[in-house]
Nanobody
């Protein structure tokens, strides 16, 4: 059974930083793209960043140059380093991977950016 467990969310002031982690089990992690999404109430889930098995990355325009996605294939983990946080980054952040026809999600971790 595939499980994704996010951690690292919390309350941070504008301009601050947070590092999110996602622990993955139940599949051969190193073979799959890993993606972070985020969602705020009343809005659709938004893709934030993706990393391929080889380490290639893509980002939403809204987070480029502020967020960095990375992975540790030995530990089956993916990370999202978030710097220069803005109030509009406030959301529940979800870890995701797709394996064939299946789409796996964690339960999310809440990030609140507020003074």
């Amino acid at each position: 059974q595939v499980q994704l467990v996010e951690s690292g969310g919390g309350l941070v002031q504008p301009g601050g930083s947070l590092r999110l982690s996602c622990a993955c089990s139940g599949l051969t992690f190193r073979y799959y793209d890993m993606t972070w999404y985020r969602q705020t109430p009343g809005k659709e889930r938004e893709l934030v960043a993706t990393i391929t098995p080889g380490g290639s990355t893509t980002y939403a325009d809204s987070v480029k140059a502020r967020f960095t996605i990375s992975r540790d294939n030995a530990k089956n983990m993916v990370f999202l380093q978030m710097n220069s946080l803005k109030p509009e980054d406030t959301a529940v952040y979800y870890c995701n991977t797709k394996a064939g026809p299946f789409d796996y999600w964690g339960k999310g971790t809440l990030v609140t950016v507020s003074s």
